[in-house]
């Protein structure tokens, strides 16, 4: 965790999460969640946990408040009124790579005194990426050339059988190709964020020359917001994540049944009256509770799941699994207000561990 040090002291509470305040102003809460909806339609194998993506969040003069994980993030921070700029990021991406997406988002809120204000991280694509498709008839014209994706001082090498997707910042680069100890630059193009774009390297023949071609498959450039893998299948089979909503959003969707929700197993053992949950020695089966992050801990801030009699139990009640502490799961049932004191999900009928 990468608390900065005047908040390590305050690592026992949330409510302990306070900064340096103008005793002439009331201080206000600013709280985060992640959507997860734009990296479900990506369809990206390559996306990391979402517990594992970096935050920052800074005021208005650049001091930074907090820097390190998403699940390691406090549930909230006590604020001065004024704007702050939350930021999240999967990678940190500074030179071109293959495969190296880079998903995230950053919003500048307004925190006005004493009110509680809540940002919501829908997070996309920000780089961008090139993936080529090169032909044989390439291979006969240059058998000793090579292919470079260029951006700034990087070059990437891309060999003849190259099938993944070369990743470079939003801005211009160049396919070059180095033959008889010569560069030549074949094309140069500047690349928007969220942009793949597919190129075709070929050799046509006119009048009796070879002559190199660059062609675009413009059906390659993924652009399209709505694009959504996921669609086909929204149940959760095969291992595929369903269309679901976070932990942080199911008051939005109160009373609604048969919802997909996810979040990360965060305790158990509801049925105290304390504010925080158990997290430890677990010993109640028929249910769990889930956070939008796995460092949350307060009761008021969970969703407690019912775990009925049958597969949902018996793989997921934390008498049996104490090690799914901190796993994400998404688990499909009817959204009810009241529950153990907090929100709920009962008839839990499916699960999907990740």
Not at 3 to 8: D, G, H, S, Y
Not at 54 to 79: H, K
Not at 181 to 201: A, C, F, M, N, V
């Amino acid at each position: 965790m990468a608390l900065l040090p005047f908040l390590l002291a305050g690592a026992i509470a949330c409510d302990d999460f306070g900064l340096a305040t103008d005793p002439n102003k009331e201080q206000g809460e600013l709280r985060w969640i992640m959507d997860r909806g734009g990296l479900t339609k990506a369809g990206d194998p390559e996306i990391p946990d979402t517990n594992d993506f970096l935050l920052t969040i800074a005021d208005a003069r650049g001091t930074v408040l907090y820097d390190g994980t998403y699940g390691d993030s406090p549930e909230y921070l006590r604020v001065d009124p004024g704007s702050y700029t939350v930021s999240v990021k999967s990678i940190a991406f500074t030179t071109p790579a293959f495969d190296r997406p880079q998903y995230g988002d950053e919003q500048v809120v307004l925190i006005p005194s004493g009110e509680k204000v809540s940002v919501t991280l829908r997070c996309i694509l920000m780089n961008a990426g090139i993936r080529l498709h090169i032909s044989p008839n390439f291979l006969s014209a240059f058998p000793d050339g090579v292919l470079f994706l260029k951006q700034d001082d990087t070059r990437l090498k891309y060999l003849y059988k190259e099938k993944r997707i070369a990743y470079f910042k939003a801005d211009n680069a160049s396919i070059i190709l180095y033959n008889e100890g010569k560069d030549q630059t074949l094309l140069t193009r500047r690349l928007e964020p969220r942009e793949i774009l597919s190129l075709g390297i070929n050799v046509a023949n006119t009048e009796g020359q070879g002559k190199l071609q660059v062609m675009m498959d413009t059906s390659k450039v993924w652009t399209n917001d709505n694009y959504n893998i996921g669609e086909e299948d929204s149940s959760g089979e095969d291992g595929r994540e369903p269309d679901a909503i976070a932990v942080g959003e199911v008051s939005q969707h109160m009373d609604q049944k048969g919802v997909w929700v996810y979040g990360y197993i965060v305790g158990g053992d509801l049925t105290s009256n304390g504010k925080e949950i158990k997290t430890s020695g677990i010993t109640k089966a028929t249910h769990l509770a889930l956070a939008d992050r796995s460092s949350i801990t307060a009761k008021a801030s969970c969703l407690a799941v019912e775990l009925p009699k049958g597969k949902v139990r018996d793989a997921l009640n934390l008498v049996d699994h104490p090690e799914l502490i901190g796993t994400r799961v998404y688990v499909k049932g009817d959204i009810v207000a009241g529950y153990f004191s907090t929100r709920g999900l009962k008839n839990t009928s499916d699960y999907l561990l990740k």
